[in-house]
């Protein structure tokens, strides 16, 4: 199916675009578009590792400011901004290379699907949890990625729908605000964070505040209002109510087995492993929006459960009614190691079937020799 995205963000047209049509400039024709987009995806990685290097339970910016170096703030503000612009490029050098391919585009929204949540976690680490004067608490962070996710999980449902992928206005000014925290922190220090700046409110509450009111009030009535001008000019891709629904059913229910777990874990397992928690709700959404995203390329159906849900309801199970006892937070790292393993695998398998099918290799523009 032919890739079609419509983006309309002001910030996006007229100050950013004009941004990257320069810095396309500088891209060798050689480089493959895929090797943009994953350099930008290990860049995001490299710097969640190392700020959970320096704040592994998300405290550090809380009780000793300082713990983290500025060179870290000033690092993280400069791979966000690369990861930034080599996703925005990506696209565009393929038109330009003419090597744009579904391999390309199911690469680029995959590893946005997991760099959605890294980004989130590690920007947790600016405004650090809640210590009783300040920061946020665990559960506003559960809250907040899940937010995040959602409006992730919304502009590939409407694709899957409409077969427009509306570019959300939160990414680019969430990317924007993203480097700007970082500086700001670099520049005055992660106390500004932990200091009320109006009216008593600190500006993590304006920054939840931002989220909340750009998800339920923009995002979202978008989406569905998108949904019902295609339903209107009769150019839906699903004939029924229930193909359309589909693909929200295993998001939907993955999010609610996360918040049974957190809700009812004995030991309270977010607040002991925060970390580790989300990293696992990150991994566990992105592999749940890959199926969907690659249904919505394939034009076929979605599982109506998806895989990974069955052993996530027994551990949860386990885990809630008190079975798993002391033995909660190991359970937890395992299953996230599994997790993850099983996400790369995937990713990997998916990505090389696709080059070979294509006749194409995932980070180079020669032609495969065929056999």
């Known amino acids: 199916s032919q890739y079609s995205a419509v983006d309309t963000n002001p910030l996006s047209v007229y100050v950013m675009q004009p941004i990257w049509n320069e810095i396309i400039k500088i891209v060798p024709l050689w480089i493959a578009p895929n090797l943009l987009t994953f350099s930008g995806f290990v860049m995001i990685l490299v710097n969640y590792f190392l700020i959970s290097f320096y704040d592994w339970d998300y405290t550090a910016s809380g009780t000793s400011p300082g713990l983290v170096p500025t060179w870290v703030w000033l690092f993280s503000a400069f791979t966000t901004f690369c990861a930034y612009a080599l996703d925005s ?10 090597s744009s391919t579904p391999l390309g585009e199911l690469f680029d929204h995959g590893l946005d699907s997991w760099a959605t949540s890294i980004f989130v976690l590690s920007f947790f680490s600016v405004c650090s949890r809640d210590n009783g004067q ?33 570019l959300p206005w939160g990414y680019d000014i969430s990317q924007v605000v993203l480097i700007a925290a970082y500086l700001l922190t670099a520049t005055v220090g992660v106390e500004v964070w932990h200091k009320p700046f109006l009216f008593g409110y600190y500006i993590t509450d304006a920054l939840v505040i931002l989220l909340i009111g750009f998800s339920l009030f923009l995002s979202f009535p978008q989406t569905l209002y998108n949904i019902h001008r295609a339903h209107l000019k009769k150019t839906l891709k699903n004939a ?50 890959c199926k969907v995203i690659i249904c919505q390329m394939s034009s076929t159906q979605p599982e109506l459960l998806h895989g990974l849900l069955f052993p996530l309801a027994l ?15 190991v359970v937890l790292a395992t299953f996230t190691l599994l997790l993850t393993a099983a996400h790369l695998h995937y990713g990997l398998c ?6 070979e099918h294509l006749n194409i290799y995932i980070f180079s523009l020669k032609k495969r020799v065929q056999e």
């Open 240 to 289: 029924s109510l229930y193909e359309g629904l589909l693909p929200l059913v295993s998001p939907l229910l993955l999010f609610l087995l996360l918040t049974v777990w957190v809700v009812l874990s004995p030991g309270n397992i977010l607040a002991k492993q925060p970390r580790l928690f989300l990293w696992m709700v990150g991994v566990a959404f992105s592999n749940v929006i």
């Open 315 to 329: 551990v949860v199970c386990a885990a809630s009614t008190g079975l798993l006892g002391s033995m909660e937070e």
């Open 134 to 166: 300040a920061g946020v608490s665990v559960y506003t962070m559960y809250m907040y990625l899940s937010i995040v996710l959602f409006n992730f999980m919304c502009s590939h449902w409407e694709k899957y729908n409409t077969g427009v992928l509306f």
């Open 350 to 355: 998916v990505g090389l079937q696709l080059s």
């Open 89 to 98: 490029i990506d696209g565009k050098h393929a038109r330009r290379t003419q």
